[in-house]
């Protein structure tokens, strides 16, 4: 717990230091819309911070899955930062520009192709969000198209 919550404070700082936090009727930052434990806003549905290689499924401002591990995306072909929106899921989806490499569980929230998926921990991906299997299927079966997606 104390390594989260170390990340928890670090995170809380960054975001008054860059602006995410809002002012408060009496002008001091307030971090409610925040996720508490993660870098992300309450409004998340799911939170990737690529820094620490970690991510969370968020519930109505809660987290409610997270921290898991993951590996995104390498040199050249990093994992983009930013906020964006679940676009279409697919549970069996393979590949089209890597000869039909399987992307079990895909949720697809950026342009190029980028989803999360079920892959391998261990090496960078593509530019994907890999997650071990019982993630993929829990951030399957948790994101809905819409769905805001916030990349650190």
Request: hydrophobic fraction near 40%.
């Amino acid at each position: 717990m104390g390594r989260h919550s170390s990340l928890a404070r670090r995170w809380a700082a960054t975001a008054v230091v860059v602006g995410l936090v809002t002012l408060g009727a009496t002008g001091t930052a307030q971090a409610d819309d925040i996720a508490d434990g993660t870098p992300c806003s309450e409004a998340a549905r799911a939170c990737v911070d690529l820094d620490e290689r970690i991510a969370w499924l968020i519930e109505d401002g809660d987290v409610a899955r997270g921290p898991v591990p993951i590996s995104p995306g390498g040199p050249e072909r990093e994992t983009p930062r930013g906020d964006f929106r679940v676009e279409w899921k697919h549970r069996d989806h393979r590949s089209g520009e890597f000869d039909g490499a399987p992307m079990p569980f895909a949720v697809f929230f950026a342009a190029g192709g980028i989803a999360f998926h079920e892959g391998n921990l261990h090496t960078p991906s593509a530019g994907c969000v890999r997650l071990a299997f019982e993630d993929a299927e829990a951030f399957f079966g948790h994101l809905r198209v819409g769905d805001r997606v916030e990349v650190r």
